[in-house]
């Protein structure tokens, strides 16, 4: 489903919600456009979570893991893009956290099956227009619960 | 006189150096593999563990030999310990404890922010009090020390790395890998003409380049919108002014209210012309007592000697692990 985000607040917002819906062994995988605000939305998942430190792009160092209730994993496979490298994320992708995998297309061979998909598309200014899709029961009631 | 051996593979690269007396590079060793990267267009990370395992004995056993010692003639093992990608950094911190282990040596945990800082020691002398500005692909960080060993991070960045956005913005304006080079370059032929978005974080000395990214980005489109054509070296050019004025501003305001000796460039960034270009004409002529310190390109880029220094000086303080000491990819710099 189609969802129209008009400012950075609204996308503040609509993280950490789905931050404070949060369950272990989630995964989300966030793509669409460069600086469409992938990781403004990190931020807010974790303050939703109870996450106190900063999250900061995890481009460089591919994965980034954040210490809450439950632990975040902030994946980034942009640099992963046309390789394929045994990173050992299928340990962490079912693992006791949430995982939230931006440029999730790059690597979508080792995605599960269930997860929520969410693209991010630049409009004008701060407008948004998310694209959400559930596969899975669980994902299709937390959508539900989010909007 | 020390003898440090240093392992670092904190992301890319698996890299070994032997480093004497503090500062004299004996051996540096890094098994990168950058023309790959090229022939991809974007970089192609050997972030794999499987990749680090299948490099670190070649490299260690390659830095030795360079070095012309044996594991006995050293005198302590450093390791990065932190931050990184966990697998990577497991590869490094087991191939120290072992080599440690076996060959009764301390191990010195080393942070790797705190090596780039130290990489400036294999041009220079330090002296304390200094700030430091590190710049590079993954991190972009204001740090007071106030001594030897002792490191105060008085600004990060919230968002993207200051490399990172560079990179990005290089891959929209259809630059090669890596994108900071080409736009460096770029900017040369251009004018700062067009005013882009400098966000401000909550913390005056914190960074933040998500926004100036978006910022071109959104430019790039209202250009396209409004059927109207740029000049990319100018689009380069006003992107590179503004994002290290966000450098400039910071340490600035930094150098103002600190009596800091010397001020320290230090990471992959602190090769920008831009960058080198501001520091020594604005802050070096505006603080005349403060030395500026602009170190060479073969001292900014990840390497295991940054790691051997900052260990060597570690090593001097006393800092020691045990065998149970583990990789710590959010490690902190401070404590």
Same mark, same amino acid.
């Given at each position: 489903?189609?969802?129209?985000?008009?400012?950075?607040?609204?996308?503040?917002?609509?993280?950490?919600?789905?931050?404070?819906?949060?369950?272990?062994?989630?995964?989300?995988?966030?793509?669409?456009?460069?600086?469409?605000?992938?990781?403004?939305?990190?931020?807010?998942?974790?303050?939703?979570?109870?996450?106190?430190?900063?999250?900061?792009?995890?481009?460089?160092?591919?994965?980034?893991?954040?210490?809450?209730?439950?632990?975040?994993?902030?994946?980034?496979?942009?640099?992963?893009?046309?390789?394929?490298?045994?990173?050992?994320?299928?340990?962490?992708?079912?693992?006791?956290?949430?995982?939230?995998?931006?440029?999730?297309?790059?690597?979508?061979?080792?995605?599960?099956?269930?997860?929520?998909?969410?693209?991010?598309?630049?409009?004008?200014?701060?407008?948004?227009?998310?694209?959400?899709?559930?596969?899975?029961?669980?994902?299709?009631?937390?959508?539900?619960?989010?909007? | 006189? +020390?003898?440090?051996?240093?392992?670092?593979? +904190?992301?890319? =690269? #698996?890299?070994?150096?032997? !480093?004497?007396?503090? $500062?004299? @590079?004996?051996?540096?060793?890094?098994?990168?593999?950058?023309? @790959?990267?090229?022939?991809?267009?974007?970089?192609?990370?050997? !972030?794999? +563990?499987?990749?680090?395992?299948? /490099?670190?004995?070649?490299?260690?056993?390659?830095?030795?030999?360079?070095?012309?010692?044996?594991?006995?003639?050293?005198?302590?093992?450093?390791?990065?310990?932190?931050?990184?990608?966990?697998?990577?950094?497991?590869?490094? @911190?087991?191939?120290?404890?072992?080599?440690?282990?076996?060959?009764?040596?301390?191990?010195?945990?080393?942070?790797?922010?705190?090596? $780039?800082?130290?990489? /400036?020691?294999?041009?220079?002398? *330090?002296?304390?009090?200094?700030?430091? *500005?590190?710049?590079?692909?993954?991190?972009?960080?204001?740090?007071?020390?106030?001594?030897?060993?002792?490191?105060?991070?008085?600004?990060?960045?919230?968002?993207?790395?200051?490399?990172?956005?560079?990179?990005?913005?290089?891959?929209?304006?259809?630059?090669?890998?890596?994108?900071?080079?080409?736009?460096?370059?770029?900017?040369?032929?251009?004018?700062?003409?067009?005013?882009?978005?400098?966000?401000?974080? =909550?913390?005056?000395?914190?960074?933040?380049?998500?926004?100036?990214?978006?910022?071109?980005?959104?430019?790039?489109?209202?250009? =396209?919108?409004?059927?109207?054509? %740029?000049?990319?070296?100018? *689009?380069?050019? +006003? %992107?590179?002014?503004?994002?290290?004025?966000?450098?400039? =501003?910071?340490?600035?305001?930094?150098?103002?209210?600190?009596?800091?000796?010397?001020?320290?460039?230090?990471?992959?960034?602190?090769? /920008?012309?831009?960058?080198?270009?501001?520091? #020594? /004409?604005?802050?070096?002529?505006?603080?005349?007592?403060?030395?500026?310190?602009?170190?060479?390109?073969?001292?900014?880029?990840?390497?295991?000697?940054?790691?051997?220094?900052?260990?060597?000086?570690?090593?001097?303080?006393?800092?020691?692990?045990?065998?149970? @000491?583990?990789?710590?990819?959010?490690?902190?710099?401070?404590?």
């Amino acid at each position: 489903m189609k969802k129209v985000i008009h400012s950075k607040k609204d996308t503040e917002l609509l993280g950490r919600k789905l931050g404070e819906l949060s369950f272990k062994g989630m995964c989300i995988t966030l793509n669409g456009d460069l600086g469409a605000g992938k990781t403004t939305l990190t931020k807010s998942i974790g303050k939703g979570m109870g996450i106190d430190k900063t999250i900061s792009s995890p481009t460089f160092t591919i994965l980034k893991i954040y210490k809450g209730n439950i632990p975040l994993y902030h994946i980034d496979a942009y640099r992963m893009e046309g390789i394929d490298q045994d990173l050992g994320f299928e340990e962490i992708l079912q693992g006791e956290g949430v995982c939230v995998i931006e440029w999730g297309e790059f690597i979508k061979d080792i995605l599960p099956e269930e997860r929520l998909d969410i693209s991010i598309y630049i409009q004008k200014d701060e407008e948004r227009i998310f694209d959400i899709n559930a596969y899975g029961e669980r994902y299709e009631s937390l959508l539900e619960k989010l909007l | 006189m +020390s003898k440090i051996l240093a392992i670092e593979s +904190s992301c890319d =690269e #698996t890299a070994a150096a032997v !480093i004497e007396d503090e $500062h004299i @590079v004996l051996a540096n060793v890094v098994a990168t593999q950058i023309d @790959v990267h090229k022939e991809y267009g974007g970089v192609i990370p050997e !972030i794999a +563990s499987r990749i680090h395992i299948e /490099n670190i004995s070649m490299v260690i056993n390659e830095c030795l030999k360079k070095a012309n010692l044996k594991m006995e003639d050293i005198d302590a093992v450093a390791f990065t310990q932190g931050p990184g990608l966990i697998g990577s950094l497991h590869v490094g @911190v087991q191939a120290a404890k072992t080599l440690a282990w076996a060959f009764k040596k301390p191990l010195v945990p080393v942070h790797h922010i705190a090596g $780039h800082i130290y990489a /400036n020691r294999l041009v220079s002398e *330090l002296h304390f009090p200094l700030l430091a *500005l590190v710049v590079s692909g993954g991190h972009t960080e204001l740090i007071y020390m106030k001594d030897e060993w002792s490191f105060e991070v008085l600004g990060t960045t919230q968002d993207d790395a200051i490399g990172e956005a560079f990179d990005k913005v290089g891959r929209v304006l259809g630059l090669p890998y890596p994108g900071g080079v080409y736009i460096d370059k770029l900017s040369k032929q251009g004018k700062n003409i067009y005013k882009l978005p400098k966000p401000k974080p =909550e913390k005056e000395l914190d960074f933040s380049f998500s926004g100036l990214k978006s910022g071109v980005l959104q430019f790039i489109k209202r250009m =396209e919108r409004q059927n109207e054509t %740029f000049k990319p070296e100018d *689009l380069a050019c +006003s %992107f590179q002014e503004t994002a290290i004025s966000c450098l400039l =501003e910071r340490a600035d305001k930094a150098l103002a209210s600190l009596k800091v000796k010397q001020f320290v460039l230090a990471g992959g960034v602190a090769a /920008n012309s831009c960058l080198r270009e501001h520091v #020594t /004409n604005d802050l070096q002529k505006k603080y005349p007592n403060v030395e500026c310190l602009i170190p060479p390109l073969s001292c900014c880029t990840d390497n295991a000697a940054m790691i051997g220094v900052a260990g060597s000086v570690a090593y001097r303080h006393g800092v020691r692990a045990g065998f149970d @000491v583990s990789a710590d990819p959010g490690m902190d710099l401070e404590s």
